[in-house]
């Protein structure tokens, strides 16, 4: 039992430092130096750094499902749902769930020319996330507040170029309003989509953390 709560440890610390360093900076020896233990230790729990990065990835996964899609499960599916899933992703970089931004994001354009095992462990988890935007979408097409002609893979490359958008505005360009604009894309997308009388507006992430904050 501590030799895995010592190796979440470890993995959740590799997360963070391949956010911000990437996963080719991510080694054994610098992992060591971070966390004041042995090479030897850590090679007790990780053979090579592919072994390290691939396990980093896998926690990475864990961690991001965690903060965006499994909290949204608990709306209404449909509509609602697609919502909270783009409200969630929004929150989880204002948030900074990970030191670096979002991980993925900042993975995914570190590797998308390369090939190998960490590549295809990047796409997977990323095929995983579009997938999940795509049933969500699918979802609001079969309880009617999407038209038939609505296509999910189309909506899922769009609200995914917005994240991926909002990820490089907030955290290199530290544009503060980079939520609200991402969020204000989205709303203006989805509601255009929308067969039903539309809503209430949604609050802004932005003015949603405050309110957490202040309370």
């Given at each position: 039992m501590k030799g895995l709560k010592t190796r979440s440890a470890i993995l959740d610390h590799a997360a963070d430092l391949a956010s911000v360093e990437g996963l080719e900076?991510?080694?054994?020896?610098?992992?060591?130096?971070?966390?004041?233990?042995?090479?030897?230790?850590?090679?007790?729990h990780f053979g090579s750094k592919e072994e390290l990065q691939l396990a980093t990835i896998e926690i990475a996964r864990e961690r991001f499902m965690t903060e965006?899609?499994?909290?949204?499960l608990g709306t209404e599916r449909g509509y609602p749902r697609l919502v909270a899933i783009c409200r969630g992703w929004l929150d989880y970089i204002?948030?900074?769930?990970?030191?670096?931004?979002?991980?993925?994001?900042a993975a995914s354009f570190e590797f998308d020319g390369r090939s190998g095992p960490v590549r295809d462990a990047i796409k997977k988890t990323m095929d995983e996330w579009i997938g999940a935007i795509e049933k969500a979408v699918r979802l609001a097409v079969d309880e009617g507040h999407f038209g038939p002609d609505v296509e999910p893979a189309q909506i899922a490359f769009e609200i995914n170029a917005i994240f991926f958008g909002a990820n490089y505005a907030y955290n290199m360009r530290h544009d503060k309003r980079a939520i609200t604009r991402a969020w204000n894309a989205i709303e203006t997308r989805l509601e255009g989509l929308r067969q039903s009388p539309r809503p209430a507006r949604f609050a802004h992430p932005e003015k949603r953390v405050a309110r957490r904050r202040a309370s």
């Open positions: 900076g991510l080694t054994i020896g610098r992992l060591a130096d971070e966390l004041q233990m042995s090479k030897s230790g850590l090679f007790a965006v899609f499994k909290p949204a204002q948030r900074n769930v990970f030191s670096g931004g979002c991980f993925f994001a």
